[in-house]
């Protein structure tokens, strides 16, 4: 079979799979994190949360845990996408994917950004 018959997919899909579990494994210790600090932050009143998320290392983790699930997002519906869905659809599907996710990123980072330096000491 000539590589002129070959899938975008089938020729990118062992590198799609590395970047796939690289990020699942980047996500568990964030997610562990992440549920620590969700029990934490059950006991706190609404000004105490926003506090908590003003500290650079919670906004940090917070951030990263964001960007990577976001980006792990991406790349399964890209894979489902590029399996089952062909033609136009497919390339729409595709472009509709990668639009949603980086909305999805921004909107997110632009809300934890607003939130730390809204929290931020006077000065800091």
């Not at 990118?12 to 969700?38: F, Q």
Request: glycine share 10%; proline share 2%; charged share 10%.
């Amino acid at each position: 079979m000539s590589s002129t018959h070959v899938k975008s997919s089938e020729k990118t899909g062992a590198w799609t799979w590395i970047k796939e579990r690289a990020s699942a494994l980047v996500l568990v210790p964030l997610m562990l994190w992440a549920l620590v600090a969700g029990a934490t932050l059950a006991g706190l009143d609404y000004a105490q949360a926003l506090g908590w998320l003003a500290q650079p290392t919670n906004a940090m983790l917070m951030a990263v845990g964001l960007l990577v699930a976001v980006y792990h997002l991406h790349l399964g519906i890209r894979v489902i996408v590029e399996d089952y869905v062909h033609g136009s659809a497919g390339k729409l599907a595709l472009m509709l994917n990668l639009l949603g996710c980086l909305a999805l990123a921004g909107a997110g980072l632009t809300f934890i950004i607003l939130i730390a330096l809204a929290q931020a000491p006077a000065g800091a």
